[in-house]
C-alpha cells in the first residue's frame, strides 16, 4: 500500500485522502505496475453460501450481438459478491460462469432479489451532504463525464422518459438529486465532470461537494462510474476510477452507449474493444476485478442486469 500512494498519485496527478475501511464491497488497490500473470490474482476472502439465483427481469434489452461480442471472462476477473459459494473445483467453473449477469463480470448472489422498479419520484437537489435526505434508505449514485448518458440511464432503469431530464448541453447537472425507488432506496444523479465549457469556479465546486458526498454520505451502498464505451478511453474517467479506489469508495463501472457500433475501416473501435481496453488499463491498480456492466439507453441492454447488481449489493447492505 506504502507503493501506491508513493506512485500512483504521480502517475494520475491525484490526491490522497483517508478513508475509513468499513465501505461496502471497496476495491482494493493493488501494485500500480500491471500484473504479469492476472490470473494467478487470489480472489477477496468469501463467506460461503447457496446460491438462489433470480430469474431475468425480461427478455425486451436482449442484444443479439453481445453473446458474441463479448468474450469468455477468466474466473479471476468475475466479480463474486460476499456470501456467494465458490466452486473450487475446474468442473464447476462451467456452473459460475452460468451464473454472470450478461454483459458484465458480476456474478449473481442469493442477494440479488425484488429488483424491479414500481414507483419511482423526485425528493429534491441538494448542494450540500447534509442537505440530502436524512431518512437512512440505502442509495446508488450515478455519476460520469457530462454527456455520458446519466440521465437516460436513470430513466432506462425507472422505465419513464422524462424523470431526469435530458439535456443537449453538458453539464446541465448541478447538483445532488435525489430520486426515491420503491419507498424503499434512492438513485442519485451526480454532477458531471470533464465539462471544459464550465466556469472554473463552478468546475471546481462540482469536484468538491461530490467528493464530500462520497467520502461522508453514510447510506451510500456504492457509486456507478459511467463510462462512454463509443469512444476511446478518457484520461480522466481512469482518474476518477483510481480516486474512488484509492478512497475505498464501493464501485460498479457502467459502460454506456454500447450500441453505437463504428466500421472497422474507418478506424474506430466496437464498444467491447473499448470496455477491454479501460479494463486493461485499470487492472494492474486493483487487487481484485471492479464489477462493470455494458449498457445501452437506446436498447435498454444491461438495464435489468444493473438493477440485479443494485438489488445484491442494497439487500446485503441492509443485512450488515
Not at 493493488?30 to 460461503?48: D, E, Q
Not at 467453473?93 to 419520484?121: C, H, M
Not at 425507488?181 to 465532470?193: A, E, K, Q, R
Not at 450500441?259 to 466496437?270: A, C, E
Amino acid at each position: 500500500m506504502v507503493v501506491v500512494q508513493s506512485l500512483l498519485p504521480r502517475i494520475l496527478h491525484l490526491p490522497i485522502l483517508p478513508r475509513p475501511t468499513n465501505a461496502l464491497f471497496f476495491l482494493r488497490l493493488s501494485n500500480p505496475k500491471p500484473a504479469l500473470n492476472p490470473s494467478s490474482r487470489p480472489f477477496s476472502t468469501l463467506l460461503r453460501s447457496t446460491l438462489v439465483a433470480p430469474p431475468s427481469l425480461d427478455e425486451d434489452a436482449d442484444d443479439p450481438l453481445l453473446a458474441a461480442a463479448v468474450p469468455h471472462i477468466p474466473a479471476d476477473r468475475l466479480f463474486v459478491p460476499p456470501e456467494t459459494d465458490f466452486p473450487a473445483g475446474d468442473g464447476d467453473a462451467t456452473s459460475l460462469s452460468a451464473r454472470v449477469l450478461k454483459g458484465s463480470n458480476i456474478v449473481l448472489s442469493k442477494y440479488a432479489r425484488d429488483a424491479q422498479v414500481v414507483q419511482a419520484e423526485f425528493v429534491k437537489s441538494s448542494v450540500r451532504t447534509e442537505d440530502c435526505p436524512s431518512d437512512g434508505l440505502p442509495e446508488f449514485a450515478l455519476v460520469g463525464r457530462s454527456n455520458v448518458g446519466k440521465s437516460s440511464l436513470l430513466n432506462s432503469l425507472v422505465r419513464r422518459k422524462r424523470l431526469a431530464l435530458i439535456s443537449k448541453k453538458p453539464g446541465k447537472t448541478q447538483c445532488i438529486n435525489h430520486f426515491r425507488i420503491n419507498d424503499s432506496w434512492y438513485l442519485v444523479d451526480l454532477p458531471g465532470y470533464g465539462y471544459a465549457s464550465a466556469p472554473q469556479e463552478l468546475r471546481t465546486d462540482w469536484d468538491k461537494f461530490t467528493k464530500n458526498y462520497f467520502l461522508n454520505r453514510s447510506t451510500l451502498v456504492g457509486v456507478f462510474l459511467l463510462i462512454d464505451a463509443s469512444i476511446p478511453v478518457k484520461k480522466i474517467d481512469l482518474e476518477y476510477a483510481s480516486w474512488l479506489g484509492q478512497n475505498q469508495v464501493p464501485m460498479t463501472l457502467v459502460f454506456t452507449k454500447c450500441d453505437k457500433r463504428k466500421k472497422k475501416k474507418n478506424g474506430g473501435k466496437r464498444p467491447e474493444e473499448n470496455v477491454q481496453d479501460f479494463q486493461e488499463l485499470i487492472r494492474g491498480f486493483f487487487e481484485t476485478a471492479p464489477p462493470w456492466i455494458m449498457t445501452s439507453s437506446v436498447t435498454n441492454l444491461g438495464r435489468d442486469e444493473v438493477l440485479l447488481h443494485m438489488a445484491q449489493l442494497r439487500n446485503y447492505w441492509l443485512k450488515h
